[in-house]
């Protein structure tokens, strides 16, 4: 459709021909208006045919152009109600998420955790008894015979056994009488404090040698004897 501008206003060829009636109309009213009295006889009439249109035919086109209008006018509306709608459902999911994850964490804090079970320790071995060291010498056997003694509950001292032993062997752990009736009889007295051989067995002490001639053995024996006969061996003042 082609269309002609006048200044600001716009004519399409429909417009251009209605206005064309219109003008020609006028002219031809304006025209017997014009023509006086007199002059009627001699004027000929002018036939004007009169073009058909309509008022509907002017705002056809404004029409059309508000048609337009409403439909990019709805399609935008829609567009901006659907964006509304889908950011309401994003910010929905979001809150929920947002809650979900906080049900968790209170869950979590409300759970309690139960301590680990300490492992039970294991027993630990006994240790091993530290044995004593005494000297080898005759100090060192008098403690170490005076310890047992003691673990037995048999009654001795150091120096009562020191006096004895002295006066029997003069401290030599190899001694032997084979003079007197003992040796006489084949059993002669042994070691420190002299002690005959059926009398060390029969007053030998648990946990020494069976040895007579073992200085410990010996000592722990005749103090046995001695106590079982005069009470300890601090008693004894010479031969027993």
């Known amino acids: 459709m082609r269309t002609t501008t006048t200044g600001t206003a716009r004519l399409t060829t429909l417009h251009k021909i209605s206005a064309a009636g219109l003008t020609a109309a006028a002219g031809a009213a304006a025209l017997a208006f014009a023509v006086t009295p007199g002059q009627a006889a001699e004027t000929p009439s002018i036939?004007?045919?009169?073009?058909?249109?309509?008022?509907?035919?002017l705002g056809a086109h404004d029409h059309v152009g508000n048609q337009s209008d409403q439909a990019?006018?709805?399609?935008?509306?829609?567009?901006?109600a659907a964006k509304v709608k889908a950011d309401a459902a994003a910010k929905a999911k979001a809150d929920k998420a947002?809650?979900?994850e906080q049900a968790?964490?209170?869950?979590?804090?409300?759970?309690p955790v139960k301590p680990a079970k300490p492992a039970p320790a294991k027993p630990a071995a006994p240790a091993a008894p530290v044995k004593k060291a005494y000297a080898d010498n005759l100090d060192g056997w008098i403690k170490e015979s005076l310890d047992i003694l003691k673990s037995k509950n048999i009654p001795a001292t150091y120096e009562g056994i020191k006096r004895n032993i002295m006066r029997e062997s003069t401290g030599n752990p190899r001694a032997i009488n084979d003079w007197d009736v003992n040796a006489a009889n084949g059993v002669p007295s042994?070691?420190?404090l002299q002690i005959i051989d059926p009398t060390f067995k029969a007053y030998h002490v648990e946990g020494t040698s069976w040895d007579p001639y073992d200085p410990v053995a010996n000592i722990t024996a005749s103090c046995n004897y001695a106590a079982d006969k005069y009470g300890s061996m601090d008693n004894v003042n010479s031969a027993y």
């Open 47 to 57: 036939a004007v045919k009169p073009v058909a249109w309509t008022t509907a035919d």
């Open 72 to 80: 990019i006018a709805k399609a935008k509306a829609d567009a901006a």
């Open 98 to 100: 947002r809650a979900d």
């Open 104 to 111: 968790a964490s209170r869950s979590q804090a409300r759970t």
């Open 190 to 192: 042994k070691g420190l």
